[in-house]
C-alpha cells in the first residue's frame, strides 16, 4: 500500500495544494505509484484516487492522457529517444534506427529480458545536444553509437 | 545527480538572462547574491509598492516570452486587488519543438527565475506560486527545488519574507509529458489534477484561473527578467531591443547549424542570417532552405527572408512568428515533405482530443503525408493537405489546432514545386530513406510484415 | 424588464434575457444553429465546434463609449475576425449574428465531414438510426460525398460494455463529452472520463462497480450518436417502428413523465413496450429519467401474468369467468355486511381507488391503504405540502433545504437531481438529519445524525436549536424532505407534525417555494390517501374501523370479507373469513385468496396519479388489455352494480369528473386541466433535430397541484400538538428503501437482475 510505504512523501504532496484540492496531487502522486509499482497499474490507480478521493475513472483518465504515466509494464530502464524535427536534423533517425538494432527490439518495445524499454519521444527541449536521449527521466546528451553502447554496458551491469 | 544543461556562448558582453555564460556557479546562492542576486527583491519589499512594481515593468514594455508577446506589465494590472487568495503560475512546459532556453535558464541561473516569481507574486500580492515544468524537466526541477530550498533557508521566501509581513510559498508541479499543458488554460486544469485540456476563455485566468481565483501565469524566461528590471530600471532596460520589442530574448538555435545552442540578444538588432552565422553557419556551409522561427508553430520563412530582423514585428511583417524565438534551421539536404510530415506528426500526437477540427484534421492531414511519403501519394492528395488545412483553420478551440496547419500551408505556400517532386520521384512505394522511420511509426509493414501500433 | 438585451439574428430583431447564449437565443425565433456538443442542460463547453457563427459588436469610440456610426447614422459594427461558438457566446446588447453566410454554411460542412471521417456510417444496424442528430445534420448540412479515403479509417471497438446497462461503440463515438458532463454536473457519479487523446480519445470507466449509476440511460438519450445503447434496447427495434404513448412512472412519488415505446411484435401476436423513454416537463423531470423507471418495465408483459379471474374450489384456485367470480364476491360482500374491508396498495391510480372507497363507504366498511405507514402522515404532508405554484428550478441562494430520514436518491431519484443542482449550481443551503449516510450527505452544509429510529425524537430534542442555528427565520424558502425510513406508523406521523411545526415557527408555512416534500413509497401514495380520505370522511368512525386516519392497522382486525387491491406487503392483509385479490401477479397474497381478480397494468389503461408533491398528472394506455384482465375501475364498478349501486361511469374520464366534485381538494382539476401541455422551454422534444435525439415532447399533459391546507387557509394554521412516541425498532433494516429493493414488478425486469438488492428476511 502506497500510504503506508510511502507516507512521508505524498504527505509532503499534499502539503502544496490547498487542503480542498488534493485533486492537484494527482500527477506527483502518480509518480510515485509509478515509482513503486513500474507502471501505473490498476491497484496503483485505486490508490491514488483514494488518497485523493475521486473516482478512480478520474484518474485512469488523467493516465490515458500524459506519455509518461505508463499502464502497461516497463523495462528497468526506459530509454526515450528524442526524433522530433530539431533532433531527426541532426541524425536522431539514424540514432533510433542503431539503437533498435542494439537492442534488438523496435521503438515501443521492451526487451525479453525487461531491462530495456526503448521509446522515440517529442521534443524534450535539449535540441541543441542532439541525439539526445532520457534515460528514466536523466538527461543523456550528445550521443552516439558509440557512447550509447557504453550506456547499455553501464546500465546492463548495474 | 543531474547534469547541468547549457550550451554557454557569449553574445553580450553581461548576459541579462543567460547569466550562466558569464558566471559559471551562479546556480548557488551564494554566488547569485554576490553577483547582485536578490538586490531587486530586496529593493522591492522594502521601497516599494505593489503598483511600482507593476509599473517599472509596465515602462520596460516587457513582452511574454512563451509565445504571444503580451505585455507582462499590462497583464500583472488585469488582476483584481480585492480578491483572495491569487496565484502566480510559471510557465516552464517548454514543449515547443527546437524550445530549450527555459531549461537553461533553470537549470543555470534558477534564483533569477525564483526572484523574478517573488518579485510578480509581490506586484500582485499573491503568497502562493506553483512553477508548472514540463515532465521530462525531472533533473532541472531538482536544481530548481535546491535552490528554492536555499531561497527559503535565507529567508527569500516563506513567511514574513525579509521581516515585511509578505508570505510567499513556491511550489514545483510537474507535468507528464503533453505539449498542449504549455497553453495556459490547459495548464491550469493540469495543475487542478483534471485532464489538461484548455478551457474556456473567458473568464481569463487574470480573473478565475487557479482554482478560479485571479492568477497570473507567465514564461519562466519572462519572469527571469523581472529581477534586472526592478533593480536597474526600465529606461535601462529598454537600452536592449527597439521600441515595441524592448529587452533581450534568448534565440534558441538548432537544426542543419555547427553551433546549435542558446543565444541571448538584444530584441530587433540581428537578422536571422545574422543569427545563423553566430551558431557556426550551416553544416558544410550548405544553402540554407528555410527557417522555423518558432519551432513548429510558426510558418515556414523560406532563405530569401533570412535579412528578417528579429522582433516580434519584423517576423510577423515576414509572415510568420516570432513566439517562442525556437529557430529550426533546414538547409537544402532537407526534404521539406519529410519534414513538414514530421511537424504534422508532432501536432496529431499532442493534439489534446478536445476539439473536433485539430482532433480530426491532424489525424487525417497525417495519414495524408503518410500516403506521400510512403510512395503512394498522388497531387491530389498534395490539395487535399491544404483543403485540410483550410478547413482546420480558424475553427480549433486553442491556438494548437491553428499552429498545425502552420507546416501544411506555408510549405505548401512556398514548396509546393517540393511536393510535386516529391510525388513524381517515389512512385510505386519507393521511400528512400524513410523506411526505418515509416516502419516504426507503423505506417508501413516491417520486414516481419508487421504494422506497428501506437 | 430592464435585463432584456436586444440583438439580431441574420436581421430578425430578439430580445432575450441577460446571461442567454446566442444558441439558445437564435432558438427562440426558430434559428436552429446546429450543435453536438451543447445542450442546454449541461454547461457549454464548445469542443465539437459546429455551432460556429459570424458574430459582430456595435464598434465602441474609446473616448466618448458611444458606440460608432457611419455617414448614414447607422451603427458600424465590427464582426470578430473568426467565426465563433454560438453555445459559448453571451448575447451583448446591440449584437450581430449571421449564420446565413457562405463562411458559416461552409464551416459547418467542414466539422460534419471531419465529424464524418471517423464515424463508421453504420446507420442501417445503428439503433439511433432515425432519431441521430448527427443523421439529420448530415443531412441538413452535410458534404455529399466523402473525400476521406475510406481504408484510413479510424477503427475501433464497437462492443464495450461499460456495465450491465450501458454499452458503448467506440466507432460511433463523436468525443462531445454529453455523457461524462451528464455524469458529472447532473447524475455526480463521475464514471465516464475520456482517456488517451487526440484522435485516440475515448470514453471509459475504470468504477469499481463499472458504469454503474442510478442515471446511466439518460447518457444514451442525450448522445447524438449511437455510440451509448442501453442493454436493454439494444439491437430490439428501428425507432421508427415504435409507437409512442404518454405515461407515467408509477415507481417513485416524483410523478416522472415518460413515454412508452411500443411495438408489435409478431412472434407472440402482442403489442410490447420495447423501451421507456423520458417526456419533457420541466416541472417534474425536466428530461431526465432514473433507470428504474426506464427498465423495470418487463411485468407488464411478463408471461406470468394473470389474465384469467380465478375461484378457490376443493382447496385449489382455478379459473372462472368473470361473471362467475363476480358473482361469488358480490355474494360474499352481500353477506358480510359491514365487517368488510379494502385495503389499496399505492401504485392503484386514483379513479380506482376512488370508487373502492366509495363503494366501501357505502357499504359502511373498513378501508386502509397499503403500506400502511403514510397513511399516518398523509394529511401532515398534505397540508403543510409546497405550494401550488411551487418550482424546483427557483430554489437557489437563500433557500434551506432540510432533508430529514430520507434518502432521496433511492427514493426518489429525479428529485435528488433537482434538489442537488438547487443546492450545488444555485446555492441553495442544505441541512441533513438521517441515521445513516447518503449520497445527499455530499452537499450538506450541517450533518445531524440519530440512531435509527430515533428521528421524531431528534425533532423533538433538536428543532428550536436547529431553527437557531440554522436561522431558518431568515431562510428565503424553506423545503422539508421527509422519509418514513425506519419509523412505524405513530413514529412517521410524529416526524411529520414535528418538521411542519418547523414550518410554522419559522414562518414557512403556505408559501410558494416552501413545505414538507414526503419521499412516499410509490407513485400514487398521496392519491390513493386523498381518494380513500375524501370519500371516508363522512363515515369516519361510524363503525370504529372505517376512516384512512386508523391509527391502528387494519391488519390486526378480523373481516368477513377482504379485498385487496394490489396489495404487496402480506402484512398489510387483514385477516378474513374470504379474502379477494386483485392483482397483476400470483403473489404470496394471491396464492391464499378464495378469490383472485386479474386486474390490468398502468401500461394498458389510463387514468391520474398523484406525485408526492400533489401534482395529479394523466397516463394512457398504450397496450391492448392481456387475456381478460381488467381495470381495477371497473372491477370495482362491476361488483358495485351487483351490490345495487349502478353507477355507470364509462371510463377514467369519467370517473374522475365524480371524484373532482366530491374531494374538495380536487375540485377544479379535470383531464382538461391536466391535460394542458404548454411550450417547454429548452425545447427538447421530437421536433428538435438537436438536442433531443430522442427525448418525448410533452403531449400527454403537464399536470396540476392542488394546493394545501395551509395554503388554502392560512389563517387556519395551528402548530400541532405532538409528541415523539417511543420506536419500534424491531426490523428496521426492512424498513430501509433501496430503490432497487426486491419486489413483484422489479423482479420481472432481467436487465436488472444483478442490481437487485434482495429483500430482507421479514422480522
Ligand atoms: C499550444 C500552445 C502551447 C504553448 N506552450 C507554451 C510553453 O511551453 N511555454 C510557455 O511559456 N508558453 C506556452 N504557450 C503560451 C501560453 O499559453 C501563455 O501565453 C504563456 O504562458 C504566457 O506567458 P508569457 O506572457 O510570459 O509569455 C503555449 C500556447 C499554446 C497555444
Ligand atoms: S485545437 Fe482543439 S483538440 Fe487541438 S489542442 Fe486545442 S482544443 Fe485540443
Ligand atoms: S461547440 Fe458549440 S455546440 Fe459544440
Known sequence: MLKEKRAADIEKVLAKYPPERKRSAVMPLLYIAQEEYGYCSDEAIREVAEIIGCDPTEVKSIVGFYTMFYEQPVGKYVIDVCDDLPCALRGAGQFVTYCEKKLGIRAGQTTPDGKFTLNTVMCIAACDRAPVAQVNREYRYDLTEASFDRMLDELSRS | ????????????????????????????????????????????????????????????????????????????????????????????????????????????????????????????????????????????????????????????????????????????????????????????????????????????????????????????????????????????????????????????????????????????????????????????????????????????????????????????????????????????????????????????????????????????????????????????DVDMIGEVAGQMAGKCFCLLGEFATSPMQSTLKHFRAEYEAFIANHQGGTMNGYADELIREGVIAGPEGVIAHH | MADLVNLTIDGVPVSVPKGTLVVDAAKTIGNDIPVFCYHPKLKPVGMCRMCLVDIGMPKIDPATKQPVRDEQGNVVIAFLPKLTTACTTPVSEGMVVRTATEQVRAAREDILEFLLTSHPLDCPICDKGGECPLQNLTLGFGPTVSRFDYDAKFHNEKHVPLGDLIYLDRERCIQCSRCIRFQDEIADDHVLQFHDRGRGMEIITFSDPPFDSYFGGNTTDICPVGALTTADFRFKARPWELASTPSLCTHCPVGCNITLNTRLETKFGDYEIKRIMPRQNEQVNEIWICDKGRYAHHFTRARDRLRQPMIRRDGRLVEATWEQALQLVSDRLKAAGTSVAAVIGDRIANEDAYLVAKLMRALNGAIGMSPSVPAHYADVARAFGVGAHANFARLGKGDVILVVNGDVEEQAPVWFLRLRQAVVDRGAALVIAHSHSTKMHRYARTIHRYAPGYAAQWVADRSAELIAKESLKDARNLLIVFGDEQLDGPGARALAQGLANVLIATGHAGQADSGLLPLYPHANTQGVFDMIAGTTATSNGANGKAGIDARSSLANSRFAVAWLIGVGDASDAPSAEFTVVQELFMTALAQQADVVLPALSFAEREGTLTSGDRRVQRFYRALPPLGEARPDWWIAQEIAKRLGYPWGFQGPLHIFADLARSIPHYHGLSYEVISESGPQWPPMGRGDLYYGGTVYDNTGGLGARYAGDAERDPAGVRPYDWAAPEPTIAGLERRLRPLYRDGELIRRSAVLASHIVPAPEAA
Open chain 2, 1 to 380: 545527480m543531474s547534469r547541468f544543461y547549457g550550451t554557454k556562448y557569449k553574445t553580450m558582453d553581461r548576459h541579462v538572462l543567460l547569466r550562466d555564460v558569464d558566471v559559471p556557479d551562479i546556480r548557488e546562492y551564494d554566488v547569485y547574491v554576490a553577483n547582485g542576486g536578490y538586490a531587486a527583491w530586496k529593493k522591492a519589499l522594502t521601497t516599494m509598492t505593489p503598483d511600482e512594481v507593476i509599473n517599472v515593468v509596465k515602462d520596460s514594455g516587457l513582452r511574454g516570452r512563451g509565445g504571444a508577446g503580451f505585455p507582462a506589465g499590462m497583464k500583472w494590472s488585469f488582476i483584481p486587488k480585492d480578491i483572495f487568495p491569487k496565484y502566480v503560475v510559471v510557465n516552464g512546459d517548454e514543449s515547443e519543438a527546437g524550445t530549450f532556453k527555459d531549461h537553461q535558464i533553470i537549470d543555470g541561473n534558477p534564483h533569477q527565475l525564483i526572484e523574478g516569481v517573488a518579485l510578480c507574486a509581490y506586484a500582485v500580492q499573491a503568497n502562493t506560486s506553483y512553477i508548472y515544468l514540463r515532465g521530462e524537466f525531472y533533473e532541472p526541477a531538482q536544481t530548481l527545488q535546491r535552490a528554492i530550498d536555499e531561497a527559503y533557508a535565507h529567508g527569500m521566501l516563506g513567511k514574513n519574507v525579509l521581516g515585511s509581513g509578505f508570505d510567499l510559498d513556491v511550489h514545483i508541479h510537474l507535468g507528464a509529458g503533453a505539449y498542449i499543458c504549455g497553453e495556459e488554460t490547459a495548464l491550469l486544469s493540469s495543475l487542478e489534477g483534471q485532464l489538461g485540456q484548455p478551457r474556456l476563455r473567458p473568464p481569463f485566468p487574470a480573473v478565475q484561473g487557479l482554482y478560479a481565483k485571479p492568477t497570473v501565469i507567465n514564461n519562466v524566461e519572462t519572469l527571469a527578467n523581472v529581477p534586472p528590471i526592478v533593480m536597474h530600471g526600465a529606461q535601462w532596460y529598454r537600452q536592449y531591443g527597439t521600441e515595441k520589442s524592448p529587452g533581450t530574448k534568448v534565440f534558441c538555435v538548432s537544426g542543419r547549424v555547427n553551433k546549435p545552442g542558446n543565444y541571448e540578444l538584444p530584441l530587433g538588432k540581428y537578422t536571422i542570417r545574422e543569427l545563423i552565422e553566430m551558431a557556426g553557419g550551416t553544416i558544410d556551409g550548405r544553402p540554407v532552405k528555410g527557417v522555423l522561427p518558432a519551432g513548429s508553430s510558426a510558418p515556414i520563412l523560406p532563405a530569401p527572408l533570412l535579412d528578417t530582423k528579429l522582433d516580434y514585428e519584423s517576423i510577423q511583417a515576414a509572415g510568420s512568428i516570432l513566439g517562442s524565438a525556437s529557430f529550426v534551421i533546414l538547409d537544402d539536404t532537407v526534404d521539406i515533405v519529410w519534414a513538414a510530415r514530421k511537424m504534422v506528426r508532432f501536432f496529431k500526437h499532442e493534439s489534446c482530443g478536445k476539439c473536433t477540427p485539430c482532433r480530426e484534421g491532424t489525424y487525417w492531414a497525417l495519414k495524408l503525408y503518410d500516403k506521400i511519403l510512403s510512395g503512394h501519394g498522388t497531387l491530389a
